[in-house]
């Protein structure tokens, strides 16, 4: 191992954090279907689909803690994925 390399040690307690806010944004994926909310109840689930995946990037993939560089590089990838969800939800609300 190079001397250069930075541990990044996450402690269990953000963990914990992080684990309760991926159960409650579960919770709500499971809830908000069933409230019969028309064309706002696809872009809710895309939104904390979005969400759930972002906070496992940024703890579990440990992305907090990268260069600015695989950051943008992620954040285009990101964006493309937005554009493609918003066509996505405007053809289904244009049907």
């Given at each position: 191992m190079v001397d250069s390399e930075?541990?990044?040690?996450?402690?269990?307690?953000?963990?914990?954090?992080?684990?309760?806010?991926?159960?409650?944004?579960?919770?709500?994926?499971?809830?908000?279907?069933?409230?019969?909310?028309?064309?706002?109840?696809?872009?809710?689930?895309?939104?904390?689909?979005?969400?759930?995946?972002?906070?496992?990037?940024t703890y579990f993939m440990h992305l907090k803690m990268e260069n600015l560089l695989l950051r943008i590089l992620v954040i285009m990838v990101l964006g493309i994925y937005a554009s493609v969800i918003l066509l996505t939800f405007a053809d289904y609300v244009f049907r």
């Open positions: 930075v541990k990044h040690i996450t402690g269990y307690p953000v963990y914990g954090k992080v684990l309760i806010v991926l159960l409650v944004l579960t919770i709500l994926t499971i809830v908000i279907p069933s409230l019969n909310l028309t064309a706002a109840t696809v872009l809710i689930a895309l939104l904390l689909a979005s969400t759930k995946a972002g906070i496992v990037m």
